[in-house]
């Protein structure tokens, strides 16, 4: 069983900053690439930021150059700095993880935490 602990998110201004970091825990081989998704009211879920687990990252355009995505891989936990926060950044934030169960599992399996609230005020 894998399993995804998030934490942070919250209140904040616009133009403030906030971070989420997300814990992957259980018994697994190896975490492929990690991410973040974000999912407003009404509005289908879509992609943040990824990174893979050689560090390459990948952002959303409504969130590059505010947003940082960075990973610890000895501690299986990926971060999310947001900076220069907007309104339209409200959403329930959720991480991803692409994780491969056993040696010789040929693909990973997605797994997925169960969401912070980050709200942002105008």
């Known amino acids: 069983q894998v399993q995804l602990v998030e934490s942070g998110g919250g209140l904040v201004q616009a133009g403030g900053s906030l971070s989420v970091s997300c814990t992957a825990s259980?018994?697994?081989?190896?975490?492929?690439?990690m991410g973040w998704y974000r999912q407003a009211p009404g509005k289908e879920r879509e992609l943040v930021a990824t990174?893979?687990?050689?560090?390459?990252?990948n952002y959303a355009g409504s969130v590059k150059g505010r947003f940082t995505i960075s990973r610890d891989n000895a501690k299986n936990t990926v971060f999310l700095q947001m900076n220069s926060l907007k309104p339209e950044d409200t959403a329930v934030y959720y991480c991803?993880?692409?994780?491969?169960?056993?040696?010789?599992?040929?693909?990973?399996?997605?797994?997925w935490g169960q969401g912070t609230q980050v709200t942002v005020s105008s």
């Open positions: 990174i893979t687990n050689s560090g390459n990252t």
């Open positions: 991803n993880a692409q994780v491969k169960r056993t040696a010789w599992s040929r693909v990973p399996n997605d797994y």
């Open positions: 259980g018994t697994f081989f190896s975490i492929n690439a």
